[in-house]
């Protein structure tokens, strides 16, 4: 029976005091709100640098976000949502309506946005975003 007590409270003390106390910072940053998104973000992806990707709130309609993916003069727009820790917008090419697209951007932090795009039969493009505003 001592045994069992000196386990369960090494496993109780572990586990309190795995995560540490969360400071400020931690507790701050809310990866499902719409400011997690919203801003003009640059690529610092190596050889991808001239990718940017801009995110907006749409006045006009209640909880979508505005997307614009600009990247080898072409300019990819559309609208999402956010689902869980993600925002998925489908896009598409401006001029182009017919050519589709899709982000799922992950808000890594409040300064860092990793984005994958799927356009199509090609590959995915994935994107690690910074904060430029």
């Known amino acids: 029976m001592m045994r069992w007590v000196s386990?369960?409270?090494l496993l109780c003390a572990t586990i309190g005091c795995a995560a540490g106390p969360a400071g400020p910072s931690e507790t701050a940053f809310e990866a499902s709100s719409p400011a997690a998104f919203?801003?003009?973000w640059r690529s610092v992806t190596p050889s991808l640098?001239?990718?940017e990707l801009s995110v907006t709130s749409k006045s006009s309609e209640m909880g979508v976000l505005g997307a614009r993916l600009t990247f080898s003069g072409v300019a990819w727009e559309g609208?999402?949502?956010i689902e869980?820790?993600?925002l998925v917008a489908g896009m598409t090419i401006v001029g182009a309506p017919a050519t589709s697209g899709?982000?799922?951007?992950h808000a890594r932090d409040a300064h860092t946005l990793r984005v994958r795009f799927r356009s199509g039969a090609a590959s995915p493009l994935d994107v690690t975003?910074?904060?430029q505003d």
């Open 7 to 9: 386990v369960m409270t």
């Open 38 to 40: 919203a801003g003009a």
């Open 49 to 51: 640098e001239f990718v």
């Open 79 to 81: 609208g999402g949502r």
């Open 84 to 86: 869980g820790d993600s």
């Open 102 to 105: 899709l982000i799922v951007a």
């Open 129 to 131: 975003f910074v904060r």
